[in-house]
């Protein structure tokens, strides 16, 4: 290694510790925070489309599946909540 060259940083799982936070959440609050961070990301995805955005950097690419994709994790959520609630 020459002086002018400095190590490269480490890699920082930033990532994993963020995947490991939401499921943690997940577990804790169970069916309320699906309903609540899939509505959160389809409200995103929403305004987001509106504003002209058709490509995302989600894995399914199209905001539209996206949305479809969020929307069924809502209704999943919902059907989970009734679920707990009711007797």
């Known amino acids: 290694m020459t002086p002018d060259q400095s190590p490269a940083a480490p890699f920082d799982p930033l990532r994993l510790c963020i995947f490991a936070t939401v499921a943690l959440l997940g ?19 929403w305004k987001a489309r509106r504003a002209g955005l058709t490509r995302s950097r989600c ?29």
Request: no cysteine; hydrophobic share 65%; charged share 5%.
């Open 27 to 45: 577990w804790l609050a169970g069916p309320f925070a699906l309903v609540f961070f899939a509505g959160l990301g389809f409200v995103g995805y």
């Open 59 to 87: 894995l399914l690419r199209d905001t539209r599946l996206v949305l479809a994709y969020l929307g069924l994790l809502v209704v999943a959520g919902g059907v989970g909540i009734w679920w707990v609630v009711s007797p």
